[in-house]
């Protein structure tokens, strides 16, 4: 049986403590659901009537819910206590694959911070003038693919997220610039990069595909563009293995 609440919904904050709420959603499915932020882990509840009692370590807080034209009005509330009020809208297939594209763009924009941080240790191991104009090239080329996905999500009525760090794509970027923490040569920081520029394309890839299934031309199209710069980028490493690896024994005091 089919409840009244169950669907995806948009949250919206409308006053109150509530901190912003972009991207922010509520999956609802019979007697429980969750509300989910980009890149943190969901909040379960349980559905009781029109309201939503989460579990812990949440278990404080309980969302109330009026009926409101079609959506539903909130009011989140701790130990019985009202701190902050929210609407309810359901989302349509179509506004589901818009959640879902904001989410992919902004994971895009988080991992092009990430891929700063190792470009900044690739050119600080790398004394090869070529190379290093070739990677301070494509630091400014990744200054203005994270400003372009900043664009896109503004263009949505999103911003970036605050947290940064997360699983999957993110989660393996954020281990690579480990190594430069640690003093690691040029040669480690080379196969970390040629990794991430990888990562990079994947990532892309799936954000295109997605765009285009969204009607999203802009944002589709440069993913196309970053796509080909990240090509190339990769390119450019693979095809200086020798160079990499004299410069990682040389910093051994190793000559071949």
């Avoid at 890149?39 to 009926?67: A, C, N, Q, S, T």
């Avoid at 990888?198 to 796509?227: C, F, M, N, P, W």
Wanted: proline share 4%; net charge negative.
């Amino acid at each position: 049986m089919v409840g009244e609440l169950d669907g995806v919904w948009a949250v919206e904050r409308v006053s109150g403590a509530l901190p912003p709420l972009h991207g922010c959603i509520q999956r609802i499915h019979g007697e429980s659901g969750t509300t989910e932020f980009p890149r943190l882990p969901g909040m379960p509840f349980e559905v009781r009537g029109l309201e939503l009692h989460y579990r812990g370590p949440f278990g404080m807080l309980v969302d109330k819910l009026e009926r409101q034209n079609g959506a539903y009005a909130g009011r989140a509330t701790m130990l019985g206590r009202e701190f902050g009020r929210f609407t309810l809208r359901r989302l349509d297939a179509m506004g589901q694959l818009k959640e879902q594209l904001v989410k992919h763009i902004d994971d895009a924009y988080a991992m092009e911070q990430n891929v700063l941080r190792v470009l900044d240790g690739m050119i600080s191991t790398t004394d090869d003038p070529e190379i290093l104009d070739a990677l301070e090239h494509h630091k400014m080329q990744t200054q203005g693919h994270s400003d372009r996905m900043a664009m896109r999500l503004e263009a949505h009525g999103a911003e970036p997220s605050a947290v940064k760090q997360i699983g999957g794509v993110l989660g393996a970027l954020a281990k690579l610039p480990l190594d430069f923490v640690r003093g690691e040569n040029a040669g480690r920081n080379a196969r970390d990069g040629y990794a991430t520029e990888h990562l990079e394309i994947a990532s892309y890839e799936l954000l295109r595909r997605v765009a285009e299934k969204a009607g999203d031309e802009e944002t589709a199209q440069a993913a196309r563009e970053i796509i080909e710069e990240e090509k190339a980028m990769a390119k450019l490493i693979g095809d200086n293995w020798d160079r990499f690896a004299e410069l990682s024994l040389k910093e051994e005091g190793i000559t071949v």
